[in-house]
Each structure stands twice: as C-alpha cells, then as structure tokens.
C-alpha cells in the first residue's frame, strides 16, 4: 500500500499546488482587468489564503492524530475543487476574498502537511524519508508544468473558463484518489494524543531553535519567489531572462532534495539542513555584486535554488527524530502555523523595504536571514531530545 499510497499522493500534491497555489500567478493579470482592481489588490486575496492555511496547522494536525486523513483529504479535494469554480464566478472583491478564505481552508487540508502526517502513520520509519522524498520530486514540478499550462490555457479562453478546466482537472484527479488510496491510512495510535504530548514541543528549547529557522527560511523564500524578477530586471536584465532565471528556482529544488535525502548517510538532517541554508544564504548574498553579469547571476541562483525545496523535506525527517510519530501532525501543525504565515507576510515586508531603501537591502536581509536560519537548525542539535511519547 505505501508505494500506490506515494503514487497517488504525488499526483494530488502537484495538481493540488499548481491549481490551488501556482496557477493564481498567471491568472493575476487577466482577473484583476476583468474585475477592475489592482494586482496589490488581487494579490491580497492569496496572502488571505496562506493566512487560513497557517491558522488552520493546528487543528488539521490534531485531526489527522485522532482519525487520519482520508475523510479530511477526500472532502478537502472536494472543497477545492468547488472553490475554484466559485473562483471562476467572482464579480466583486469581497467575492474574491471570501472564495480565497475557503481555498486556504481547503489547502490546509489537502497539501504537503497532511499528506506528509497520513503518509508517516502508515510507512515504516527506514521507509519514510524515501517516501517523502518520492512524493516531493514529483511535486517540485507543480509550479513548472502549471503556471504554463494556465498560460497556455489563457490564450485560447478566458481566465474565467481556465479555472473550469483546471477545477475539473483537479477534482477528477485528487478526489477519487484520495477517496481510494487513502483508505486504511488511519493512525497507528488509535487513542487520542494526550494533551501532555502536544504541549511537550513548545516546553522544548530545541524546538523553538527549529521554529525560528523554518520561519527565517520562509520568510526569505517567499520574498525571493515575489521580488526576485524585479530585482533582476533593475540590475539589467531584459525581463524574459529575468523570469528564465527565476525560473531555475523550481527546477533546482528537485536536485536541492535529492542532495540533501543522500546526504542522509553521513550527516543527521538538522546539520544537513543547517549546511545547506547557510551555504544558500552566502550565494544569495553575492547577487547585489556579482548579479549584473549573466554568469554571476546564474552561479549565485544555482546555488541558492538547491536549497528552495529543502524545508519540505528536512521538516518532517527532523521532527520525526526528535519526537518520533506519535502526535506528529499535531507538532508538525504547531510548527507549520508561523512558518505559512511568515510566508504570507514577508513578501509585503519585502516591498515595503525595497520603496524605503531599494532591492538590494532586501536582498541582503534574505541572505541573513537563510544564514541565521541555518545556524538555528542546525544549533537543534546541541539540545537534548526530549523524552518520545
């Protein structure tokens, strides 16, 4: 079962991004003419989507603790897939906001938290990291294969006929396989986890050290994947060289988890981690000097992207070793919180920097912070593990 329980999930993870998160890039431009707003405006209704996410962690993860997520991810699927048509039906910016307040809701239900919680209560510990990372490749591709096929999509149709299509896409696949595949996933722990259990992470010096460095890390992801073009373009180059380079990001977080899961049979994660978000920060610190040149830009992209998709694996190997599997997705949702809601904010924090003082200051601040990040994660492992329930 875990192999066609992998399969199926890193099919609903990547059509579950590109439609619920990624897609929302290409269709901003056409949407914000039609219903005569801003793009700040239109994009403010994303940020509120991440927020519900993030504020949604906990819960979610005390579901999938108690009964398992094949009726959370099944009817999650369901209200995306909805959702995403009522996306195609807004007239007004209240509208909107409200229809992003469910996709967040959905989300939070649907993507890598859970599907990671449902995946650790039925896979073997010497299996888990390969089945993560199985799921992960897969996924990494999300925002590669959908941000052009809503491109692709909204050249022959409307922006309003584009997300028909894709909620059709996304609920013909994610909602029977969820509803088949995630059968039998409960948890392996059929009572509930004790409250003493839940509260055992926030006691823990070494967890608050993680939480620290997954939101730094966040936060200057989510400011590079907003900004980054921009940058780029003020420094000279032409803008369709600009999004290439941007786009290497994604390519480059596939090789970022493959180095990172082999690495695994000399360093422990937490110290991988730590390693590679320090290194990350060093090469994205060199782009306000180097990143006028073609080749400057690109040595320091590449090093950057290999660890852009890092957090999603490294997250749940670390908790696992620090506080095994029982109560994880409890944990994991109790880390997961501020970590999506820096991610939510950090991009606006961004913007309002880059009008004060220009890019570079913000670019420089993304660089500190992936190394204050590093050092944080990797530090988790001076301290104790505490005792596993």
């Given at each position: 079962m875990p192999r066609r329980l992998v399969a199926a999930l890193a099919v609903t993870q990547t059509v579950g991004y590109g439609v619920l998160y990624y897609a929302f890039s290409a269709l901003l431009g056409p949407m914000s003419r039609d219903l005569g707003i801003s793009t700040a405006t239109a994009a403010g209704a994303l940020t509120t989507a991440v927020l519900v996410t993030g504020l949604m962690s906990v819960p979610v993860g005390r579901w999938l603790d108690a009964r398992g997520g094949h009726a959370l991810m099944t009817t999650g699927a369901s209200v995306g897939a909805a959702a995403v048509v009522a996306w195609s039906q807004v007239q007004t910016v209240a509208q909107l906001y409200v229809v992003f307040a469910v996709i967040g809701a959905a989300s939070a239900t649907v993507l890598y938290e859970p599907?990671?919680?449902?995946?650790?209560?039925?896979?073997?510990?010497?299996s888990r990291t390969r089945a993560l990372l199985g799921i992960t490749l897969v996924a990494g591709f999300a925002s590669s294969i959908f941000i052009p096929l809503a491109g692709q999509l909204l050249e022959a149709t409307t922006w309003r006929r584009t997300l028909l299509i894709l909620a059709a896409g996304y609920a013909a696949l994610a909602i029977p396989l969820h509803a088949v595949a995630l059968r039998r996933t409960g948890p392996r722990h059929r009572t509930p986890v004790p409250k003493r259990t839940r509260a055992s992470a926030l006691?823990?010096?070494?967890?608050?050290?993680?939480?620290?460095?997954?939101?730094?890390?966040?936060?200057?992801?989510?400011?590079?994947?907003?900004?980054?073009?921009?940058?780029?373009?003020?420094?000279?180059?032409?803008?369709?060289?600009?999004?290439?380079?941007?786009?290497?990001?994604?390519?480059?977080?596939?090789?970022?988890?493959?180095?990172?899961?082999?690495s695994l049979c000399w360093l422990p994660m937490a110290t991988i981690a730590g390693i590679v978000l320090v290194v990350q920060g060093a090469a994205i610190s060199l782009l306000p000097f180097t990143g006028k040149h073609l080749a400057g830009a690109i040595a320091c992209?590449?090093?950057?992207?290999?660890?852009?998709?890092?957090?999603?694996?490294?997250?749940?190997?670390?908790?696992?070793?620090?506080?095994?599997?029982?109560?994880?997705?409890?944990?994991?949702?109790?880390l997961a919180t501020p970590v999506i809601i820096a991610k939510a904010c950090a991009p606006l924090v961004g913007a309002v920097l880059a009008g004060v003082a220009g890019y570079r200051p913000v670019i420089l601040?993304?660089?500190?912070?992936?190394?204050?990040?590093?050092?944080?994660?990797?530090?988790?492992?001076?301290v104790p593990s505490p005792n596993r329930a």
């Open positions: 599907a990671f919680a449902v995946v650790i209560a039925v896979t073997a510990p010497a006691r823990d010096t070494g967890f608050w050290l993680l939480a620290a460095g997954f939101v730094l890390h966040s936060a200057a992801l989510a400011t590079i994947a907003v900004h980054l073009v921009l940058y780029l373009i003020s420094l000279g180059h032409p803008p369709a060289v600009a999004a290439t380079l941007a786009g290497l990001l994604g390519l480059l977080s596939v090789t970022g988890r493959i180095v990172t899961s082999l992209l590449v090093l950057f992207g290999l660890g852009f998709g890092v957090a999603s694996i490294a997250t749940p190997a670390i908790l696992l070793d620090r506080y095994g599997s029982h109560g994880y997705a409890t944990t994991a949702g109790t601040t993304v660089a500190a912070a992936c190394i204050a990040a590093g050092l944080f994660i990797a530090a988790s492992r001076r």
